[in-house]
């Protein structure tokens, strides 16, 4: 998970992903979905402690929680 840039007034910034997608699979639009954030921390809720971090944070699963990301976020995130 990381954080970019917000599209817009609505949009938390979060990104969510299993962390095995390649390229293709993300270059495809509808592999994608919206969500609200508050649905995603429902099915996970080990997200929440990290939900105030700042643009450009990235974390990955860890077992039941999540640790910083060693490599960032995505260059095109902030």
Partial sequence: MYRG?????????WRFM???EDE?????????????????ANYSPAIIPFLDAPIGSAFFRDGETYVPDPLGAPDDSA
């Fill in 24 to 40: 293709a699979y993300m270059d495809e639009p509808s592999n994608h979905a919206i969500y609200d954030v508050n649905t995603i």
């Fill in 18 to 20: 299993g962390g095995d």
């Fill in 5 to 13: 840039v917000p599209d817009n007034n609505l949009d938390s910034g």
